[in-house]
């Protein structure tokens, strides 16, 4: 049989073949797809198939051939030379301009240093215009700028408009005692040192205004003060000021009595503050304003201090209004009112003081019914219990009322037990008044309560000076 002229290389990639080479070991080109040669004979024509080369017909068009020395390694199939396209040659290098290098300092320059210039690009289709960023501005810097972030929020404690100023609180730091000053005091309120209570908010008070001052103190053996008061002043129908105080005193063996006396003083004041500028009396105002506060004390008690002898909260109360030349005194309980007429250059001289309540007590009654002379009466240990008082276990509400028309000037003292105790005269009270209440109410009501600490402070202690007649550039308005 005629056998094929052996082909010495491969046409594909120019490898030496062997013999018995069926496949190109580089390109796995077959070798019975490479051209024919001449036959033997010399004569052209296309090449016989020679029966003994078996030719092996790839299951799928894609999978190249593997050759049978390198069973495992797939070759990438012959690129043919037409389908290659050309590549462009990088366009050249722009040399950097001449010159020296720009500096940039970030400390002092504020936009960065322009950026080099780049090669021009091709020419490509026409698109919507872009703005080009300022000359020297940094193309990062043109980008639009976000929110700015939040500021975090400051600490408290560091704004000092927000910054909790008060004293620190019992339980957290030592509070030095504000009696001694050696010690500190407890949990308890008192002082771990000399042992006393430390000062409340109501234990000692002062209020003036232009026509009236007022001053309230613990006294010295008391742990609360069970005394309050109020001041104020109004305008009557024509014009003319009103000067007003109620003082309270809380019953010490009824249950709260400091609400007692606080709740009835606010309440007989702003019935006043309501009732005289709409041109009631004097002494219906009044009369009208202890009922007021009456009903303000029996609002406290709770449904089993109502009855009778259940110990409901309870006070007593005095009351001074001065206006139009008039003095209007009303008064349930124990608590009293004083005249002190004070000689002032130019004005007539001072008269007789005068007590201008009377106490509604066991004492009282005593000498009312001629039993004991007032002396004997104060002397016995049941002088100070009261027989009327505000208060929802009263049995009766009724308010006392008076009414006067002093001829010359002087101050209306206005005061607890824990003073007049210590001055129960009208002469005694005189005595202790300065003889410049009148221009300077709130001295005196200092110097009345001093009396009062000073002579043994047994009770709480308040007092209310009220100069007469009112001076008009002197009153203020509540």
Same mark, same amino acid.
């Given at each position: ?23 190109? /070991? ?18 052209? /024509? ?9 030719? #092996? ?45 720009? *500096? ?40 639009? +700028? ?40 407890? *949990? ?35 742990? #609360?003060?069970?005394?309050?008061? *109020?001041?104020?002043? *109004? ?62 004390? +029996? ?55 005068? #007590? ?89 009501? #200092? ?32």
């Amino acid at each position: 049989m005629p056998q094929l002229d052996q082909v010495s290389a491969c046409p594909g990639c120019g490898e030496p073949l062997e013999e018995d080479d069926r496949f190109c /070991g580089v390109c796995g080109t077959a070798r019975h797809a490479m051209p024919a040669v001449a036959r033997a004979d010399g004569s052209d /024509g296309p090449a016989v198939d020679d029966p003994t080369v078996a030719v #092996r017909t790839p299951t799928q068009p894609d999978q190249p051939l593997r050759t049978p020395t390198e069973p495992d390694f797939t070759l990438p199939p012959p690129q043919s030379a037409a389908a290659a396209e050309p590549i462009a040659p990088p366009p050249p290098l722009q040399p950097p301009a001449a010159g020296p290098l720009p *500096t940039f300092d970030p400390r002092t320059s504020p936009a960065a240093p322009p950026p080099p210039s780049a090669p021009p690009a091709p020419p490509g289709p026409p698109g919507p215009p872009q703005p080009s960023p300022a000359s020297g501005s940094d193309p990062r810097a043109a980008a639009p +700028a976000g929110p700015a972030p939040a500021a975090p929020p400051s600490s408290p404690g560091q704004d000092p408009r927000t910054r909790d100023s008060r004293p620190p609180g019992r339980g957290t730091h030592p509070v030095p005692c504000a009696v001694c000053g050696n010690g500190y005091v407890d *949990t308890d309120g008192y002082c771990e040192e000399c042992g006393r209570a430390q000062p409340g908010e109501r234990d000692h008070v002062e209020r003036a205004l232009g026509g009236v001052a007022a001053v309230s103190d613990l006294g010295l053996r008391h742990h #609360r003060n069970e005394d309050a008061f *109020t001041v104020s002043a *109004t305008a009557l129908p024509d014009g003319s000021p009103a000067v007003i105080a109620v003082v309270c005193d809380g019953v010490s063996s009824s249950s709260r009595p400091d609400e007692a006396s606080a709740a009835a003083a606010e309440a007989a004041q702003e019935y006043l503050l309501q009732a005289l500028p709409r041109g009631v009396s004097g002494q219906q105002a009044m009369h009208d304003a202890l009922l007021s506060a009456a009903h303000a004390v +029996a609002d406290l008690a709770d449904e089993s201090e109502r009855a009778h002898g259940r110990n409901a909260p309870a006070c007593t109360i005095v009351s001074a209004v001065t206006a139009s030349g008039t003095l209007t005194i009303g008064w349930i309980g124990d608590s009293r009112a004083y005249w002190v007429p004070i000689a002032i250059d130019g004005g007539p001289g001072a008269g007789a003081p005068a #007590r201008l309540t009377e106490d509604d007590s066991w004492a009282a009654q005593m000498v009312a019914a001629g039993l004991l002379s007032e002396a004997e009466a104060m002397a016995d240990h049941r002088a100070h219990a009261i027989t009327a008082w505000l208060g929802a276990d009263a049995q009766e509400i009724e308010p006392h009322t008076a009414s006067f028309k002093p001829d010359r000037p002087g101050v209306v003292i206005v005061c607890t037990d824990g003073l007049w105790n210590y001055a129960e005269s009208a002469d005694q009270m005189a005595r202790l008044v300065s003889s410049e209440a009148h221009a300077a109410p709130l001295p005196s009501a #200092r110097q009345l309560v001093q009396h009062a600490l000073d002579s043994g402070g047994h009770d709480n202690v308040t007092v209310a000076v009220i100069p007469f007649p009112v001076a008009t550039d002197r009153a203020g308005t509540a």
